[in-house]
């Protein structure tokens, strides 16, 4: 692949100069008061997210025989759409092959954008091979997700946009997937300004860029589990391995209840909604994952593309590991009275109780005592301790989680 250029940047910043949306800097929030942090909400791009950047730049300079015999991608999601919308926008034929467990939202949503779909039976690599197959039989282009010196240059176009803005940021702190985001926002910011700090963030469940920067060498993992679909990538391109080993500073890992607590931080704090891959760089600054004390720092949330009818179990899990939805187990002895001391306990405490039960059978109980689980409505981590330590120093037997 030819080497990157910064010329080429400019060139994509000039190209989607009126075509992709521009957003400014949400700040300073109060995601990490330890720093002065601002968020890049791509999330409120077209198509919901960051992809439409690099496919619309890819796109626009294919030849015109290129374009005559149409483009072909493979994704589950952001970048099917920017693909297609981006396909349609230059009067280009675009197919998008489809896993098809893919949620129906997001079939819709291609075809809407003006995409033939080709659903293939399996997972994503399954509808990748076929892909192309299909690019090889009928001579379409590829449209890489990441892996493509002018994709990354489109994305690159985020790190610009971030340097016009605030020209004194100390750290920019991106999300992981295939690495073709992070590789354009570096290789922009590193080559303009060398000493702002560019970290990324992968998911636990996902971690193949950090491994493979571990390791000196692209690493394939055998499975991928995270609820940042978005970023639940196998192995790096070769192009974003070798530009991240070269202007990225670290890439690090967040667990999937810390990527739940900032979706809803983001949620309450910024009324904006984010996906899963779109709220690792906030989950990372919210949990010390970064040293940025007394920093000014960006978060890019990539893309807002969350299934609705996950966000409800999204939102359970933020509650909980924020410290704001609790359940407590206590042994009692079963004798009148000890009920309605423990709901005067935890109400006195200024928790709300949402729902009591008894285990009578448990293995863990003696033979006249009884288990009370008890989920509650709290203010964050420390009220919780305060409640426990308040229900022991009243003779309570509370039971490690």
Known sequence: MAELEIAEVFNAAKVLRDVARHPLLIGPTKINP?????????????????KLRGAYYKISQLTPEERERGVIACSAGNHAQGVALSATANGIK?????????????????????????????????????????QKEHGYTLIHPFNDPKVIAGQGTIGLEILEEMPDVDIVICPVGGGGLIAGVAFAIKTLNPNVKVYGVQAEGAPSMVNSLKDGQRVHLDSVATIADGIAVKEPGSLTYDLCKQYVDEVVTVSDDEIAAAILKLIEQQKLVAEGAGAVSVAAAMFDKIPMAGKKVVCIVSGGNIDVTSLNRVITRGLVKSGRDATISINLSD???????????????????????????????????????????????????LIKKELKNRGFEVMKD
């Open 34 to 50: 330890q720093a002065k942090v601002y968020l890049k909400p791509e999330n409120l791009q077209y198509t919901g997210a960051f």
């Open 94 to 134: 675009s197919l998008i092959c489809l896993p098809a467990g893919a949620p129906i939202s997001k079939v819709e949503a291609t075809k809407a954008l003006g995409a033939e779909v080709c659903m293939v039976q399996g997972v994503y690599d399954d509808a990748y091979n076929k892909a192309l197959e299909l």
């Open 335 to 385: 004798k009148p009275g000890q009920l309605a001391e423990v709901c005067g306990i935890i109400g006195a405490m200024g928790a709300n109780i949402l729902s009591v039960r008894h285990e009578r059978n448990s293995s863990h109980t003696q033979i006249n005592g009884c288990t009370l689980r008890v989920e509650m409505e709290t203010r964050n981590n420390q009220h919780i301790t």
